[in-house]
């Protein structure tokens, strides 16, 4: 970790937001384990049935909690959306998300911040699958699923450096906070996906945190079987967004050509092959090598656009943070 600025002006402005859901046993021991930097800890009550946001209030002394309550469930997402909002109206620089349920060492906030506060990053998250030994302790079914949706987010939100994209262990800056269109996040579980497209769209930094799996007897509320299909769809939904977004609506390059040529030629030549190839089946004659030829080239020329694309996107992933470019437009307005 790269030492802190401390004397930076969001140093003594970092909030800490944890939405609060069936985490009674869990929710006064991570209050108590917050560390003396942060200023603010906004408690988000998402229409508990235990009634959490009642008993932080009747148990908790600190006097940094602030308890948001929500009158009906928004999910874990619209959770944290509304402890964005109570942050950034009481003038918070860095919101740090942390689970009520035990999961997620406070000690470990300080990872997350410092590479905003050094003006690295605009969004940190954590990623437990940077020490390999440590990770033989994750449920192999978890292990397999986060593979898979790494993969999916990698695609849908640009972001290729990235894995774990499901770990809710993240820290945002409110430069960026302020661009994002906290209506539009999805408010459930895909919500940390969706962030991380969201965050593509306004080309802001995202940088990973190694952390340690932590299972204890936390319950989780999340059942892989009823979402896998519900991802799959947001994720190609959110690729297509970003494809045009990206490469069509502000920018225009070389890539933007590579793409829908290269899927043309490959289905040209995989659907042009695999016709002739079932008619000569079908009147049992051998498919004359021109009619190969003019099938092959395509898939192959298709398939090198398609990974020349890739590589162009791999390279875009953002590399200045928008902190730093909210702080240039506003020296040109104060210029002018």
Not at 301 to 325: E, W
């Amino acid at each position: 970790m790269n030492p802190i600025d401390l004397y930076s002006p969001d140093a003594d402005r970092i909030a800490v937001v944890i939405p609060s859901y069936r985490v009674t046993r869990h929710i006064l021991g991570v209050l108590a384990a917050i560390g003396p930097e942060v200023a603010r800890i906004y408690v988000v009550d998402d229409c508990c049935p235990d009634q959490s946001g009642a008993l932080v209030r009747a148990e908790c002394r600190d006097p940094r909690v602030v308890v948001v309550q929500l009158t009906e469930n928004q999910g874990v997402g619209g959770a944290v959306m509304s402890g964005y909002r109570a942050a950034l109206a009481d003038g918070m620089r860095i919101m740090v998300k942390i689970d009520g349920d035990g999961q997620m060492d406070p000690a470990l906030l300080l990872h997350f911040v410092a590479p905003i506060l050094n003006g690295e990053a605009d969004y940190t998250k954590g990623n437990r699958f940077f020490d390999l030994e440590k990770i033989r302790q994750m449920p192999a079914m978890r292990l397999f699923g986060n593979a898979v949706l790494s993969l999916m987010t990698k695609l849908s939100s640009g972001y290729w450096d990235l894995f774990d994209p499901t770990n809710g262990y993240t820290a945002l800056h409110a430069d960026a906070a302020r661009h994002l269109p906290f209506d539009r996040i999805s408010s459930r579980y895909f919500f940390e996906s969706d962030m991380l497209f969201r965050l593509n769209t306004i080309q802001a930094v995202v940088a990973d945190v190694p952390m340690d799996a932590s299972y204890g007897d936390e319950v989780s509320n999340l059942k892989i079987s009823k979402i896998v299909t519900e991802f799959m769809v947001k994720h190609a939904r959110n690729l297509g967004k970003r494809l045009f977004y990206n490469y069509y609506l502000r920018n225009m390059s070389l890539a933007s050509l590579q793409l829908p040529l290269g899927v043309s030629m490959l289905l040209f030549g995989s659907v042009y092959g695999a016709w002739h190839w079932v008619q000569a089946a079908a009147h049992g004659v051998a498919t004359p090598a021109g009619t190969v030829m003019v099938s092959a080239l395509p898939v192959l020329m298709g398939m090198q656009l398609i990974l020349a694309f890739l590589a162009y996107d791999i390279a875009a992933v953002p590399r200045r943070v928008v902190q730093k470019k909210s702080v240039a437009r506003a020296a040109v307005v104060v210029r002018e």
